[in-house]
């Protein structure tokens, strides 16, 4: 997938100050965009930026119009493994990679919509997102991020997903990336590292998936009332209120949330509590807080669902993920 590889020019290195972060908008939170143009962008603070352990076996590469800059794509490899540390709040807008993305979260934790939903990845966790797919990733909190990259052919003979979901990472699973990290992009396909990187993207394909997901319905009406729900959860969401705000009956509504989606709109709001919850505790929200903003009548109510749909405890489910 993707072009074909820019005319080779020199050789160079992608070093940890050629990734920029622009802060943007009121709240001031930090998106990392594409240059817009060949080569690279500079900043000064070098505490906030990408650190990339891999080597750039050409330069000559122009940023993709709404598309982040993926070096990588073009090295000879069919598994490409990055670590990337994120200050608070970075975004990287709606992109897309030629390579499947197996985004796992070392600490941090990460958000990740695409037009058919949203993911939460919570520390110790990862998620994936197919080749081509248009997604975007918000940091909550410091996140260190471990990305494998891999190509579309290697994905299909993996059999890794053709859509985005959230899974565990077994012990195995991140040692193999953590080794993986340190090879060179230029690795013998046919010596030790080939065949880690072999281990590794079959360990991927046995992982197993996570309910850490509220899909989004293809319906404009009802895709709005849902990314207003994304931004301000609430379990207290009215059935009635939200059909009036789509413009259609409660009935109408109801059998096109659930054709849509494949759930109901209150199995629906009520992960999406849970998303949001998850989110907020990992930012050392109170238990408390997290409950009336959420919009339970107390903290053992939200307790008691948040047991009910994640197997655990606010406390327990977050020290275990640590």
Not at 54 to 60: K, L, R
Not at 144 to 168: E, K
Not at 176 to 182: R, V, W
Not at 265 to 291: E, H, K, N, Y
């Amino acid at each position: 997938m993707g072009s074909a590889p820019p005319t080779m020019k020199r050789s160079w290195h992608l070093r940890s100050d050629e990734v920029a972060f622009r802060p943007i908008g009121p709240s001031g939170r930090r998106v990392v965009r594409p240059s817009g143009r060949t080569g690279v962008e500079r900043i000064s603070d070098r505490s906030k930026v990408t650190r990339l352990r891999y080597q750039i076996i050409h330069d000559g590469i122009p940023a993709l119009r709404n598309t982040l800059p993926d070096p990588y794509d073009h090295i000879p490899r069919s598994v490409v493994v990055t670590a990337n540390d994120y200050p608070a709040g970075t975004t990287f807008p709606e992109h897309a990679h030629g390579r499947g993305q197996f985004a796992f979260a070392s600490r941090g934790t990460i958000s990740v919509s695409t037009p058919h939903g949203r993911w939460l990845v919570p520390p110790q966790r990862a998620c994936w997102v197919p080749p081509g797919v248009r997604h975007e990733m918000t940091m909550t909190g410091a996140v260190t991020m471990l990305n494998t990259f891999v190509s579309d052919d290697a994905a299909r003979a993996a059999g890794l997903p053709d859509q985005c979901g959230v899974y565990g990472v077994s012990p195995l699973l991140r040692q193999l990336i953590d080794d993986a990290i340190e090879l060179p992009a230029m690795y013998d396909v046919d010596g030790r590292a080939g065949k880690l990187m072999a281990l590794l993207v079959a360990e991927i394909a046995t992982m197993p998936r996570l309910s850490l997901h509220a899909p989004l319905p293809a319906d404009a009406r009802l895709a709005s009332i849902c990314r207003h729900l994304f931004a301000s959860p609430s379990i207290a969401a009215d059935l009635d209120q939200v059909a009036t705000h789509a413009g259609v009956s409660r009935r109408t509504f109801t059998r096109l949330f659930r054709a849509q989606t494949g759930v109901s709109f209150a199995a629906w709001r009520q992960q999406v509590c849970m998303l949001a919850a998850i989110t907020r505790l990992s930012d050392g929200q109170p238990v408390t807080r997290v409950a009336f903003e959420l919009g339970y009548a107390s903290a053992s109510a939200f307790t008691s669902a948040f047991r009910r749909i994640l197997g655990d405890t606010p406390s327990r489910y977050l020290e275990a993920r640590r």
